[in-house]
T-cell receptor, first 111, second 115 residues
């Protein structure tokens, strides 16, 4: 799977929107963009995924650049429970099915 | 409904002993994955099952590690002659069959400490 680059950490205030960036300049046409998050002492949790178009679900929104070389996970209103490590992962639809986790972004939410 | 469960939640063992870690996937999920996460690190893929077969064992770090899956359900990860560097959280995930691009559901993990 192609590599992703994320900031090591970000801070946000509670009840404000958060934009978590991810660069994936070597993305291929068959790569889906997945986001997972890991709360302290828990296993990772699926957040959202997309291919080309922007996606929305109850947890977050995913904005994908037109050239697909970057994407942004948007939490519309951060809560203290959103404090976690957020992983941006590229998953090739035609190759193996495992997830390749990078370092992720540690999001801290201040009350 | 029930999620992915793993047992034990914590395991402390002496160096050189064998350990078995168990994963119960979500009912009906035919794909099952094992990962491990060392302290402060990201997740490292170990092995993937589709049904009872393992088409991808590329992540197993050494021949001391093995895994099996029976009945297309429960999976066991076995580590023989444990070493201190095997200390980590071992995570299991499952996924529905035939739905490429779909999410994986993770269990809470087994924390293994080798003393």
């Amino acid at each position: 799977d192609a590599k992703t680059t994320q900031p090591n950490s970000m801070e946000s205030n509670e009840e404000e929107p958060v934009h978590l960036p991810c660069n994936h300049s070597t993305i291929s046409g068959t790569d889906y963009i997945h986001w997972y998050r890991q709360l302290p002492s828990q296993g990772p949790e699926y957040v959202i995924h997309g291919l080309t178009s922007n996606v929305n679900n109850r947890m977050a929104s995913l904005a994908i650049a037109e050239d697909r070389k970057s994407s942004t996970l948007i939490l519309h209103r951060a809560t203290l429970r959103d404090a976690a490590v957020y992983y941006c992962i590229l998953r090739d639809n035609n190759a193996g099915n495992m997830l390749t986790f990078g370092g992720g972004t540690r999001l801290m939410v201040k009350p | 409904g029930a999620g992915v469960s793993q047992s034990p939640s914590n395991k402390v063992t002496e160096k050189g002993k064998d350990v078995e870690l168990r994963c119960d996937p979500i009912s009906g999920h035919t794909a099952l994955y094992w990962y491990r996460q060392s302290l402060g690190q990201g997740l490292e893929f170990l092995i993937y099952f589709q049904g009872n077969s393992a088409p991808d064992k590329s992540g197993l770090p050494s021949d001391r590690f093995s895994a099996e899956r029976t009945g297309g359900s429960v999976s066991t990860l076995t580590i023989q002659r444990t070493q201190q560097e095997d200390s980590a959280v071992y995570l299991c995930a499952s996924s529905p069959a035939g739905l490429l691009g779909r999410e994986q559901y993770f269990g809470p993990g087994t924390r293994l400490t080798v003393t």
